[in-house]
């Protein structure tokens, strides 16, 4: 398992589990390529989910100069986010907690505020597109409930509670405890002790990017193209072309371009071989199950994180369907963890999960009796991507990550990804962040300096790795 995590993820599979979210596929995106692959673009960006199509969509806005090509190795957002949880929610209070244990609070408060403002940003961005295809997103605000099952997690909430509101007192009520009695009587979980109630979002996320790719490429049609079934399978720098000085191959050729933005999250190290180990791919599962007649919320007004000694789960139920869609599985303690991480293909499930997800709604939820209980209507896996420091990788490639010349402002390799499984709180603003920066702009202001990449914080993740590698620690790194 410690080798794994040093090799390379490889391309995405080629025959992927199949994703409910991505049917059916969007109409106008489904196989899309142009009759010829374009030779010369101002940028290419690598992979179509929801922080590439930010991306292309910053530049597309604030740059009416540019050509952009987007190359994707399988169908327009049929990786991460077009496999995830359809959640927008940031765990405020525990994010909090986990980022002050790491980088203390000045560090804990900015990238708090920054996932927190996803949600308002990713609604704005789902109402640009207009009713029909806003309401097809389904991007709404839920209530949260994050349930714990012992004594002792529900005291650890009250004190993080306690510690988050003494640091954003301009967020006290926005969360609060509910105890048994609530948990049991409200909420219909039995056996909870517990749980932090609050606010958050949900999505059908493959809806929500292929609208807005849709929407960019009918608004700027003569500077998009948009490449599916197109790996990208190297990338060479020479000053043959000194305006166009990257040659990114493909199996339809070759195209030259003047930067590339990797956001390609889990296989990022495919082609950027300086960051294996660094930033390393890790297979989730997730189902989507039938409610039955025992399950008590029935209006999809909720979304749901059950915390467990050893892991947790997640649940989410549409609002219109009423299905349940539930993720997870990971309830093994640390070696659990531990055990997807390397792990670059979403062609296989991860069986251990799969089982435990077709049976807790029924134990968690109190629903053992006879009666008609959830059923598993699909289930599937995806890609996310881990890093060693816990933060996600935003910025310019230096040349430390890189097997070949390193670009500049005028000529450059950039990267967004690394989110490790909370991509909606993260990867929207981080894919403006990263165009805001290819434009010479200040992002520190808003912007969390931790996930900025750099020469100095990619010599420390070397040091780092170079501890760790292919050891015990080198795993507990990653997670």
Not at 266 to 286: C, D, K, Q, T
């Amino acid at each position: 398992m410690s080798n794994r995590v040093l090799q390379d993820p490889g391309l995405p599979a080629r025959q992927p589990t199949a994703s409910y979210w991505q049917q059916p596929l969007h109409s106008g995106l489904s196989g899309i390529q142009s009759t010829s692959l374009p030779t010369n673009r101002d940028v290419v960006i690598i992979g179509s989910g929801i922080t590439a199509c930010n991306v292309a969509r910053e530049l597309l806005q604030s740059r009416r100069d540019l050509t952009l090509t987007v190359l994707e190795a399988r169908e327009v957002c049929s990786g991460a986010t077009g496999r995830n949880g359809g959640r927008i929610n940031c765990v405020a209070v525990l994010d909090y907690d986990k980022y002050y244990r790491k980088f203390g609070k000045e560090a804990a408060t900015k990238i708090v505020r920054f996932e927190l403002a996803h949600f308002d940003a990713i609604q704005n961005a789902a109402k640009d597109l207009g009713l029909e295809d806003f309401e097809k997103s389904e991007v709404r605000e839920v209530g949260t409930c994050a349930a714990v099952f012992e004594d002792k997690q529900l005291e650890d909430l009250k004190q993080k509670l306690a510690n988050f509101e003494a640091a954003f007192p301009d967020l006290q009520g926005r969360w609060r405890i509910a105890d048994q009695k609530e948990a049991i009587e409200t909420f219909k979980i039995p056996k909870a002790k517990g749980a932090l109630v609050g606010q958050a979002g949900a999505a059908w996320p493959y809806r929500l990017i292929t609208s807005i790719w849709a929407s960019l490429l009918t608004s700027h049609s003569g500077r998009l193209t948009i490449e599916s079934n197109t790996p990208a399978t190297n990338i060479r720098r020479a000053g043959v072309n000194a305006d166009y000085p990257y040659a990114i191959s493909t199996p339809r050729g070759v195209v030259r371009a003047r930067h590339i933005f990797h956001c390609t999250e889990g296989h990022a190290s495919h082609l950027i071989p300086g960051l294996r180990g660094i930033i390393v791919p890790r297979r989730g599962e997730m189902t989507v199950q039938t409610p039955g007649d025992q399950f008590h919320q029935k209006d999809g007004a909720y979304s749901w994180s059950f915390y467990f000694p050893h892991g947790f789960d997640y649940l989410t139920q549409n609002a219109r369907s009423g299905e349940l869609f539930v993720g997870g599985g990971d309830v093994g303690g640390e070696e659990a963890l531990m055990q997807p991480l390397g792990m670059g293909s979403d062609a296989e499930e991860i069986i251990t999960a799969k089982a435990h997800l077709a049976g807790v709604l029924g134990v968690v939820f109190g629903q053992e009796n006879p009666g008609d209980p959830p059923k598993m209507r699909a289930s599937w896996t995806g890609i996310m991507a881990n890093t060693l420091d816990g933060v996600p990788l935003v910025g310019m490639l230096p040349q430390s990550a890189l097997d070949r010349t390193a670009g500049d402002r005028n000529s450059a390799e950039w990267i967004c990804a690394g989110y490790g499984g909370y991509g909606m709180v993260n990867a929207w603003l981080c894919g403006r962040a990263v165009v805001k920066m290819f434009s010479g702009e200040d992002v520190r202001d808003w912007f969390p300096g931790e996930y900025v990449m750099s020469s100095e914080r990619m010599e420390r993740l070397q040091e780092k790795l170079e501890k760790v590698k292919g050891s015990q620690m080198h795993l507990k790194a990653l997670l």
